[in-house]
């Protein structure tokens, strides 16, 4: 998901501190560029940590039935 910047308001704000045009045009884009990047929301962490908890919970049940079959297989019981 991309973060919404206005490179506008953000020339305009540093110009007023003191900014010549030309290096708030440049800090905007590096900002923008920057910031256009993929960044994971906290839906994007829930979902993710769901997904997680899933696998993890089939992998302790797939380790659980081998363990299981491999005791049984070694000594000799059904």
Request: proline residues 0%; without cysteine; negative net charge.
């Amino acid at each position: 998901m991309s973060v919404a910047f206005d490179t506008l308001k953000f020339v305009e704000k540093l110009e007023a501190g003191g900014f010549t045009h030309e290096q708030a045009k440049a800090a905007a884009e590096a900002f923008a560029e920057a910031t256009s990047q993929e960044l994971a929301t906290e839906a994007d962490l829930r979902e993710l940590e769901l997904r997680m908890t899933v696998k993890l919970g089939g992998l302790t049940v797939g380790a659980t039935g081998v363990i299981i079959a491999a005791v049984r297989y070694f000594t000799g019981g059904h």
